[in-house]
């Protein structure tokens, strides 16, 4: 959304511009300066209500100034976390990769504002320096994790895609299994017992002819830095040990948390033609099936997410919960970088 606004009109950036100037070569202090400031903010939506019809697109239900606002606050996420080295939502999962209080995380700042400033002739005072700093940082810290398998429906996905084209909705009673994975929290373990048992429960359902797809979710999480990406893996062991054709198998590389797990999955469903208006089936271990129903859960999807992504239906059995999606997913959220 940022980046299709290039420069604003009548945004006046001049106080912006004297503070990022007036810290010379310093990395935190040029960091700092960048950051989007409640006064910066204000005069944005303003330039941004000026424009009219922008032909910027929306952010799913959000206002156009509801939705820039909020990308200039994922900004700001990007450099207290990644630029001056403060606590993240995710503090367990999210973080520079070297230790805060060293030369090397000084240096690794100092080096993505020069990355940023050669990759663009963007004056340090805009929206697109910000933007370029931003995608500096993390690409400096490998952060990348929300674009590593881009075009995921073109790639992944296609084969599944083909399917949903000619499939016969009304011939099932669920329109997807959901199963989320659960991260092994040892670095050197492919996938986790948990997960492990979401596959057989998946394979089972699958062969009984439930649903005509299984939606695996779930990214490289737990423990931090872990190679292994939990959807990918429990993939496999659908393909490999169980026999569940390849494009049966959905794969959701990106969701961090059991909220964006039903998150992403209303996502690939509409991307992929798969109808909103039948129920799916999650399908987990029982624990993390009684916390889906539970009232913690609801609360954080409403803290987090800002909405419920789905009604959670009845239960089937201590794995098996209902679950009907929402378009309210389809809402990005660009204040976390690794999974908007």
Not at 28 to 42: F, L, P
Not at 144 to 160: C, H, I, K, S, W
Request: charged share 25%; with cysteine; hydrophobic share 40%.
């Amino acid at each position: 959304m940022l980046s299709a606004l290039g420069r604003l009109p009548g945004l006046d950036t001049r106080a912006r511009a004297a503070r990022i100037a007036a810290c010379g070569d310093g990395p935190a202090c040029v960091v700092e300066a960048m950051m989007w400031s409640d006064q910066d903010r204000t005069a944005v939506a303003a330039a941004v209500a000026r424009l009219g019809k922008t032909g910027v697109r929306k952010n799913a239900d959000l206002s156009v100034a509801a939705g820039v606002d909020q990308e200039l606050e994922a900004l700001n996420v990007v450099l207290r976390v990644y630029g001056l080295g403060l606590p993240g939502r995710y503090p367990k999962i999210d973080g520079p990769v070297f230790a805060t209080d060293t030369p090397f995380f000084t240096d690794s700042v100092k080096v993505a504002i020069d990355t940023a400033r050669a990759a663009s002739q963007a004056r340090p005072d805009t929206i697109a320096a910000s933007v370029r700093l931003a995608v500096a940082l993390l690409d400096a810290n490998d952060a990348t994790a929300a674009t590593r398998f881009d075009p995921l429906d073109q790639r992944e996905n296609a084969g599944a895609q083909a399917v949903a084209t000619r499939t016969n909705w009304s011939a099932y009673r669920y329109s997807l299994l959901i199963v989320p994975g659960v991260g092994p929290e040892d670095s050197a373990t492919v996938l986790s017992p948990r997960s492990k048992l979401h596959a057989l429960l998946a394979a089972q359902r699958y062969r009984q002819g439930l649903a005509p797809f299984i939606l695996v979710s779930g990214s490289a999480v737990h423990p931090r830095g872990t190679r292994f990406v939990e959807a990918v893996e429990i993939r496999r062991a659908l393909v490999e040990r169980y026999g569940i054709p390849a494009d049966r198998v959905i794969l959701e590389p990106y969701a961090r948390h059991t909220t964006t797990n039903l998150r992403n999955a209303t996502r690939r469903m509409v991307a992929l033609g798969i109808p909103l208006d039948r129920p799916t089936l999650i399908v987990t271990d029982a624990e993390q099936s009684k916390y889906i129903e539970s009232q913690t859960f609801t609360d954080r999807n409403r803290a987090e997410l800002g909405y419920l992504p789905g009604a959670v239906g009845r239960r089937l059995s201590v794995y098996d919960l209902e679950f009907r999606p929402s378009r309210l997913s389809l809402r990005q959220d660009p204040r976390d970088p690794l999974d908007p």
